[in-house]
């Protein structure tokens, strides 16, 4: 059984940078799909970012050009970068994964209900 540990969050003011990471446990087949979503206060689960085996990377407009996704293999390790980081990214960063991505339109579909196995969660805080 897949499980998955968030870890990097934190308070940074706006404009700093965090690396998030999502080790990885547990038999994971070859071909995967892994994503990093965030909740705010009050508000639902979105899509940020998310990587399948075939290397394809999707991003949520938002957070273009400031956050990369990336994966090691040999370390079995999800990461998130965040650059240039803004009062708006503040909120709980989840790791998902499930055994393969829904693709439209050459995107990954960048939604919960298509991601089975979850991390607890890591708080980021962005402060002016």
């Known amino acids: 059984q897949v499980q998955l540990v968030e870890s990097g969050g934190g308070s940074v003011q706006v404009g700093g940078s965090l690396r998030l990471s999502c080790a990885v446990s547990g038999y994971m087949n070859n071909r995967y799909c892994m994503g990093w979503f965030r909740q705010h206060p009050g508000k639902e689960r979105e899509g940020v970012a998310a990587?399948?085996?075939?290397?394809?990377?999707t991003y949520a407009d938002s957070v273009k050009g400031r956050f990369t996704i990336s994966h090691d293999s040999d370390k079995n390790i999800l990461y998130l970068d965040m650059l240039n980081l803004k009062p708006e990214d503040t909120g709980v960063y989840y790791c998902a994964a499930d055994t393969r991505c829904t693709v439209v339109g050459g995107d990954i579909f960048l939604h919960e209900l298509e991601f089975a196995v979850w991390g607890q969660g890591t708080q980021v805080t962005v402060s002016s």
């Open positions: 990587i399948d085996s075939d290397g394809r990377k």
